[in-house]
């Protein structure tokens, strides 16, 4: 939809809009010179021990995918972390309403609760619980815990996983975030 809308690649989208403006000098869907000597080994599971495996999205996509696909780095996304903890703004620059971000942390399931991921495959992965016995929900953007854990995090603290299994959680209400 974005492309259609503004007649350009989501990537230069992404890159005038949000990327720049959030300093992401980090994060694209095309890996540059820069980025491939500093990318990390991918691993999985091989007959139940952890191996490289080569993993690398096409370079010249047909469309870059919104849902997944940006290469990046812990510091460009805690930087894209630190705009939804200002509440959208960044390097003086709103780049999403208060109201959006609000929105962004509510619960759009419903009654319905996230549970265990059972893996399909466990000879390249383990199930996922993301914080057991606790309810959780999620949000457009985020898992949301619903109650508050014996670790600290909050009632309505938000989380998120991804690069390299590093998994992010914020708590809006303190303005802060931390790295697990």
């Not at 993993?55 to 510091?75: A, D, H, K, R």
């Not at 059972?118 to 606790?134: G, R």
Request: hydrophobic share 40%; no cysteine; glycine share 12%.
């Amino acid at each position: 939809m974005v492309e259609r809308a503004t007649g350009q690649r989501l990537g230069a989208y992404m890159r005038e809009h949000i990327l720049g403006p959030l300093g992401m000098s980090d994060t694209a869907f095309k890996i540059t010179p820069a980025m491939r000597a500093r990318l990390a080994t991918v691993h999985g599971r091989d007959n139940g021990v952890l191996a490289p495996m080569a993993f690398e999205l096409p370079q010249e996509p047909q469309f870059e995918m919104g849902g997944g696909g940006l290469y990046s780095t812990v510091g460009d996304y805690l930087k894209f972390v630190r705009m939804i903890l200002n509440r959208g703004t960044a390097n003086g620059t709103r780049l999403l309403a208060p109201a959006t971000i609000d929105q962004m942390g509510q619960n759009n399931m419903g009654p319905l609760k996230v549970h265990r991921l059972e893996t399909i495959v466990p000879s390249l992965s383990n199930d996922a619980e993301f914080f057991p016995e606790m309810p959780k929900s999620w949000g457009l953007s985020f898992m949301i815990n619903e109650q508050p854990a014996p670790t600290g995090r909050t009632a309505g603290s938000l989380a998120w996983a991804g690069l390299a299994n590093t998994f992010f959680w914020m708590d809006p209400l303190k303005g802060k975030n931390i790295v697990d």
